[in-house]
């Protein structure tokens, strides 16, 4: 169903360039990465929380359908998305959440959880602003997966700045007060290696991940603080984690000369 509103919106900044502006070909593309994902979701466990990849579909979709299609096998425990992910384009200090009332795709609006977000800024845990917010494609990208997999959900849209993974897990910890919220981490691996030098580079971050290491920086994943923030509040609940799947765009739509790395896992 789509909810259109018409005061508050963040409207799409990536749409036509990360991912397809028309609906119809939106939804065709979906399906399809998540049909192709379907065999490796059956029999998994619910997840409390997910990294995916941020890049342009032709790039990272069919890693981040490989999440999303284990999340689609338990939408209906789902009703509010805790999303993070590192603010590409403007300095922020700590995390900030937005002023607008709903995220818009092309595929509809989404409404953000106004209580949670103020409760948020309230606590001193974000700051509130759309400035950080108005051009960042790390958390745009996911919606269309998002409003194809749950259907009806509140969002908690949040970009991370300079934050340490205890600060980081604080916010995750404040979103986590009932069994129906997920928390989705978004996040790449290494920019711009040789095919094999990424692939050794993304294997070592892999494995630091599924250590629950929280001194990951920038050059291993550019959502490094969201995965030190996650890892942090895994620690701390005894959650592990696993790896779903992985690819670099050497694999999917781009040339081995400067490639980027990607992967999905779960937590819980």
Known sequence: MMHTLNRGVRRPAVAGLFYPDDPDELRAYIADVLNKARAAAEGERFARAYIVPHAGYIYSGAIAATAYARMRRNASRIRRVVLIGP???VFLRGAAVPVND?????????????????????????SQSDVPHANEHCLEV???????????????????????APEVSRIIAACSDDP????????DLSHYHAYADAQQIDAATISAILRLETHLVGEQAC???????????AHDQ???????????????????????????????
């Not at 989404?110 to 409760?119: K, Q, S």
């Not at 509140?154 to 991370?160: D, N, Q």
């Not at 129906?180 to 996040?187: E, G, Q, V, Y």
């Not at 959502?223 to 509040?233: D, K, Y």
Request: aromatic content about 6%; overall charge negative.
């Open 87 to 89: 603010s590409h384009r």
């Open 102 to 126: 709903a995220f818009r795709s092309p595929l509809g609006d989404v409404v953000i959880d106004r209580e949670m977000r103020n409760e948020l800024v309230t606590s001193g845990l974000a």
């Open 142 to 164: 996911q919606l269309p997966f998002l409003q194809t997999v749950l259907g009806d959900f509140t969002l908690v849209p949040i970009v991370l700045g300079d934050a340490s």
């Open 180 to 187: 129906h919220t997920l928390i989705l981490a978004s996040s």
């Open 223 to 233: 959502g490094a603080v969201a995965i030190n923030g996650l890892n942090q509040f």
């Open 238 to 268: 005894h959650l592990t984690v696993s790896e779903i799947a992985h690819c670099n765009s050497g694999d999917t739509a781009g040339d081995r000369a400067r490639v980027v790395g990607y992967a999905s896992f779960a937590y819980g």
